[in-house]
Each structure stands twice: as C-alpha cells, then as structure tokens.
C-alpha cells in the first residue's frame, strides 16, 4: 500500500500591518515551516496561499510516490474551485478539519520566518499564476470569498464524518466498515467525541447510508 503523508497547513493575517503569516507542519518528520508575506489581501486569501505552499513543498520534497492530505481548518479556501484543481493536478488531496485539530500549524503562524527568500518569491509567482491567472480553468471566474470564522456546528461534525468515511474507504469497495472510521476518528480527531458512531451518521441521510448496521455507504 502507497504511503500516506499528512500536512496541516494554517495562516492568519493581520489587519493592522497587512502582514500574513503561514505555517506547514510536516507529521511525518516533524517539520514546521513558517512564512511571512504582504502579498495577501485579507484571512481566507493568506489560508488559500498556505494550501497552495503545501502542494510546492510537496514537489520540492519529492512526495509524487506517496499518498499526500493536506489539512486546513479555513472552509472558504479548502472548498475553493481554484485550491481544488491545483490539488488535483499534483494529485494531492485536501479536506477541512476543526480549529482545535491544527493546533501545530496554529502555533507556527506565532513564529517568526524560516524559510528563505527564494522560497517565498517562487510561492508568491506560482500563486498569481495559478489562481490569479487562471491558468487551470481559463473560463472560471475567479471569486474571493468572505472569511469564514464560524461554521455552524453540525456542519462540522458532517465535515469530520465525511473525512472519516472517505479516508476509510477500500480502493474499488462500495461499503466502508463502521470500525475502520472509528480507528480514523480516533487517531486524526481525537477531539471529536460521540456515544454511537452509526446514531451520528444516520443523523446525515442524505450523504451516509448505514448497511446491515455494520457497513457505511457514501450516498
């Protein structure tokens, strides 16, 4: 089986300087990367620049072999069209996960520059090509989307399910056993606390199914 390599990626801007700092941790070998930059206009633009920093990292760190997620906890940014097919074409996956879960990579948007020069340059020239320029999807329009700091609480717990419940699934298998998004939960979402993990998917009917009482299926 390919290897998977977990990054969580996290940014904050502020309004007084204009200042947005970013941060990546790397699970795997411990690596916290943190930039500074003045090129992003507000919050959800300098996580969306984040997202896009992990897909370089990726490259330059020669992850093409692995199974890489990236991990944010900005709604606006992981459901951008833009950030979606720049993960796609680097075949790069990339999901939503609670504030409380990116506690590194929050901590590391605290700290001051590590990374060099170049680095930062080379992100702010991919980033106007990629998402300003359009150059993915040339008849999309591109929208920057309002900051979204609150999001309403069964939406995050849907979004938790169904990061469980996608990365729990078998290659070419229709039914994801309940267990096995249970050992996900457990280990990626140790926050996350339920009494009946089937009682809080049936709570979500129009996007899991609950088969033979053991098996989950993806509407």
Same mark, same amino acid.
């Given at each position: 089986?390919?290897? *998977? ?14 200042? &947005?700092?970013?941060? !990546? ?15 992003? +206009?507000?919050?959800?633009? =300098? ?6 920093? =992990?897909?370089?990292?990726? $490259? ?6 692995? *199974? ?8 606006? =940014?992981? $459901? ?18 609670? *504030?409380?879960?990116?506690?590194? =990579? ?31 999807? +040339?008849?999309?329009?591109? @929208? ?9 609480? @069964? ?6 399910? $169904?990061?469980?419940? *996608?990365? &729990? ?8 056993? !309940? ?11 140790? @926050?996350?606390?339920? &009494? ?12 899991? $199914? ?10």
């Amino acid at each position: 089986m390919i290897a *998977r390599r977990i990054i969580y990626v996290d940014a904050s801007f502020n309004n007084t300087t204009k200042e &947005s700092k970013i941060s !990546l941790y790397d699970k795997d070998i411990g690596k916290l990367d943190t930039l500074i930059l003045n090129t992003p +206009k507000s919050s959800n633009e =300098a996580e969306k620049y984040g997202i896009v920093y =992990a897909c370089l990292y990726t $490259q330059i760190n020669d992850m093409n072999g692995q *199974r890489v997620h990236i991990l944010n906890d900005n709604n606006g =940014a992981v $459901q951008n069209t833009k950030i979606l097919d720049i993960c796609k074409k680097f075949n790069i996956t990339l999901s939503w996960i609670p *504030r409380e879960i990116n506690e590194i =990579a929050d901590k590391g948007t605290k700290l001051e520059n590590n990374i060099k020069e170049h680095n930062i340059k080379v992100l702010e020239l991919f980033y106007d090509l990629m998402i300003n320029k359009c150059s993915f999807n +040339k008849m999309s329009i591109l @929208t920057i989307n309002e900051d979204i700091d609150e999001i309403p609480e @069964t939406d995050k717990i849907k979004n938790i399910l $169904q990061n469980a419940i *996608r990365h &729990s699934k078998l290659k070419d298998k229709s039914l994801i056993p !309940l267990g096995a998004i249970g050992k996900y939960l457990i280990k990626n979402n140790p @926050t996350y606390t339920y &009494s009946s993990l089937k009682k809080e998917i049936e709570k979500y009917p129009n996007d899991f $199914q609950v088969i033979n009482n053991n098996f989950i299926k993806i509407v």
